[in-house]
């Protein structure tokens, strides 16, 4: 799930998707969801991507903390290029069906 640039809004539709990937045994796997984000990923966005791979919880308030599993930072050049880093390492993530 491609997350990043995203300002937030409501987490109302993004519900009804966890929901229906909870009820997938299939889909509902450690590994084969990736939640991806940026610095721009805001707002509610935050929390649907907490909801994806929030793994730790850190703070005295007891809230979940998401805290990436892997963390890329796309260089200029693969910027300038068009190549998507983030993206390629989730896609070639992907458990074998």
């Avoid at 300002?7 to 997938?24: D, E, K, R, Y």
């Avoid at 990923?41 to 809230?63: F, H, Q």
């Amino acid at each position: 799930m491609d997350l990043r640039d995203n300002g937030g809004g409501t987490t109302v539709p993004f519900q009804a998707l966890i929901s229906g990937i909870l009820n997938h045994p299939a889909i509902n796997t450690r590994g084969r969801i990736f939640g991806l984000i940026n610095s721009a990923t805001d707002s509610s966005a935050g929390l649907d991507a907490a909801e994806l791979y929030t793994t730790k919880v850190t703070n005295p308030s007891g809230l979940p903390q998401g805290f990436p599993d892997i963390v890329l930072r796309p260089t200029l050049h693969q910027v300038l290029a068009g190549a998507d880093p983030v993206l390629a390492r989730a896609l070639a993530s992907r458990p074998p069906r």
